[in-house]
């Protein structure tokens, strides 16, 4: 895809210039984004705390060792407004600290490794007010997308706890839904695989939402 120059005429009455190519969200982020200690959100001991982790891969299946992952999500008991202290300075350096390993903010931020892995240690999410289920809201940044991507993962064991969808996973056929819903390995561990693409929309492609401003 290409972006034209502004104003109109030809390539020589705009002094010669070409279409240029567009930009996209990564991987040139790469070296200031990832925060220390960003995969754990969780409070350090806390015996509530539970491990999402995945592999992020591309439309060949390939894995995907440049992206980006942050998770947003309400504390165990439904609050989404989150807390400050993600990302401390320190008030000499200006150098970025980390979480201070004991409020939990809500919030994380991790790169995917060689292999494409990403992962999570966080609280499972509490419900919010008004909704039926709890989720973990997760956002993609990746080498050749235009715009980062945003998707959900769900809990297995919540949606059985709660006996009931959502509005987003009761739209879906089921195939779709499976996209968004986490692999309990054990107790507390969580495989959430995310596909980028797939050929002519292939079912295992994650579902991604698309945001509008009214």
Do not use: C, K, N
Not at 178 to 201: H, S, V
């Amino acid at each position: 895809m290409t972006t034209t120059q502004a104003g109109s005429g030809t390539d020589a009455e705009r002094g010669g210039l070409t279409p240029t190519p567009s930009q996209t969200v990564g991987p040139f982020y790469g070296y200031a984004l990832p925060l220390p200690h960003g995969e754990q959100i969780a409070p350090v001991g806390d015996p509530r705390t539970i491990t999402v982790h995945g592999t992020v891969y591309d439309g060949d299946g390939q894995p995907v060792p440049d992206a980006l992952i942050e998770v947003w999500q309400a504390d165990p008991e439904g609050d989404a407004s989150g807390r400050p202290g993600s990302i401390r300075r320190d008030t000499v350096t200006g150098r970025v600290q980390g979480r201070d390993g004991l409020v939990f903010t809500g919030f994380g931020r991790v790169a995917t490794d060689p292999d494409g892995h990403w992962l999570v240690r966080t609280l499972p999410p509490g419900a919010r007010p008004g909704a039926t289920l709890p989720y973990l809201a997760v956002i993609v940044f990746a080498r050749g997308l235009l715009y980062h991507l945003h998707t959900r993962v769900y809990l297995p064991d919540q949606i059985a706890a709660a006996g009931a969808d959502d509005a987003l996973l009761g739209s879906l056929e089921p195939e779709r839904r499976a996209t968004l819903i986490a692999e309990e390995e054990r107790p507390g561990q969580y495989r959430f695989d995310i596909r980028l693409q797939q050929a002519e929309g292939g079912p295992e492609e994650t579902v991604f939402l698309d945001f509008t401003r009214s």
